[in-house]
């Protein structure tokens, strides 16, 4: 499911929001269940329960009486979320940055040097807004991909993958502004390019 509306968007900003979605995409949970899962308290989950259901993303799924305790549980409205990248743009146009990429951004960066990838302290600001760049195109790519699916794929869902990250890559090809993006980074990350500057 593709998110195009802001205030929902914003939802996904909260760690254990995005646990919850998480947890629910795989099977149907009480708020028990996920109370214990995550370490909160049984009004937290509640609480954020009632606002994902209020924005369409999760469902009450049935209600059991489990050892003299009534419990009701619930399932995410999709197996996946996306949170479009016209969102994203926006946010990037005026100036701020986007909390559920940054972690992820932060990671690589992390990451990178187990690679041999040094990136200079005077650098670093330049390679996070072009990894920013990087995953809103890219996003924006998959999400075109998906948009472009007109009838279910009668195949295994690792192929489906596969399919879509085909598409995916064909669109990326296209984008001037990925190509510039990724030259800049390769140009920036390339283990040569790290050496140079020590």
Do not use: C
């Amino acid at each position: 499911m593709i998110i195009k509306d802001p205030e929902v968007a914003k939802l996904f900003a909260d760690d254990t929001r995005r646990h919850i979605l998480n947890m629910l995409g795989h099977e149907d949970k009480s708020t028990t269940d996920l109370a214990k899962a995550l370490d909160k308290t049984h009004s937290s989950i509640i609480h954020h329960l009632n606002l994902l259901t209020e924005a369409g993303l999760v469902e009450e799924t049935r209600i059991e009486k489990v050892r003299n305790m009534v419990q009701t549980f619930y399932r995410s409205t999709a197996r996946r979320f996306m949170i479009s990248y016209s969102l994203g743009e926006i946010l990037e146009q005026e100036g701020l940055d986007i909390p559920w990429q940054e972690s992820t951004i932060q990671y690589l960066l992390d990451g990178l040097e187990t690679f041999d990838i040094k990136i200079p302290e005077d650098k670093k600001e330049t390679v996070r807004k072009l990894l920013n760049t990087y995953f809103l195109r890219d996003q924006k790519a998959l999400e075109e991909a998906l948009e472009q699916q007109k009838a279910d794929i009668k195949t295994r869902r690792y192929q489906r993958y596969r399919i879509i990250g085909f598409l995916k890559q064909l669109k990326l090809y296209e984008d001037p502004e990925y190509v510039r993006v990724i030259g800049e980074l390769r140009d920036l990350l390339s283990p040569t390019a790290s050496k140079r500057s020590e």
